[in-house]
């Protein structure tokens, strides 16, 4: 089963009212997480994308590694709809490599105005007041705050899902 964008249970509610700027984390780093980053940024949200290895895509370029000839129109289709929604670029005529597909990837998401957090786990959610506060994240440096109102994870099992659903990291009460 590949990354649905599946919001987390608990954040349905967490929508803060007094934050003008809309910030959003995707986490995983496949199509769907791509795709929902894309559209979040379209809504008007901050985006930034947690990515568990060192490229995008990771269910296209990390677990096929290449699309034979015969998978390669599909694959095309499937990435041209992408790119026609967001209007985004997409290369003409040459075959997909999952080298050419990391680098169309990169674009994209540099071109949205997307952050990535490359070599990122998700460690937890800041929760105040029944309300999403952020997450906590972690990297090679050590662990890291990112504010934000929404999350979405696109993991290839829902990893975060299963990682942080009903076990929030609290603030006491103030």
């Known amino acids: 089963m590949y990354g649905t964008g599946v919001l987390l249970p608990f954040f349905f509610y967490c929508m803060s ?7 959003s984390v995707v986490i995983g780093s496949t199509l769907k997480g791509l795709e929902s980053a894309l559209l979040l940024t ?9 990515c568990s290895g060192t490229y995008l895509g990771e269910d296209i370029t990390g ?7 015969e998978r390669q129109k ?3 289709i499937q990435l041209e709809k992408i790119a026609k929604r967001f209007s985004l670029v997409m290369p003409q005529g040459e075959l997909l490599y ?6 169309l990837f990169m674009e994209w998401v540099r071109s949205a105005g997307i952050k990535v957090c490359y070599m990122t786990r998700l460690f937890g959610a800041v929760v105040q007041k029944n309300q999403l506060k952020g997450i ?39």
């Open 17 to 23: 009212k007094e934050e003008t700027l809309l910030n």
């Open 42 to 50: 379209k809504k008007g949200y901050k985006t930034t994308i947690l």
């Open 63 to 69: 677990t096929w590694k290449w699309y034979p000839k």
């Open 74 to 76: 599909e694959l095309r």
């Open 98 to 103: 999952p080298g050419t597909i990391k680098r």
């Open 136 to 174: 906590v994240a972690a990297d090679k440096q050590g662990l890291f705050y990112l504010p934000c109102t929404l999350v979405i994870d696109a993991t290839l099992h829902l990893e975060a899902t299963r990682s942080i659903t009903g076990n929030p990291m609290r603030f006491p009460k103030e």
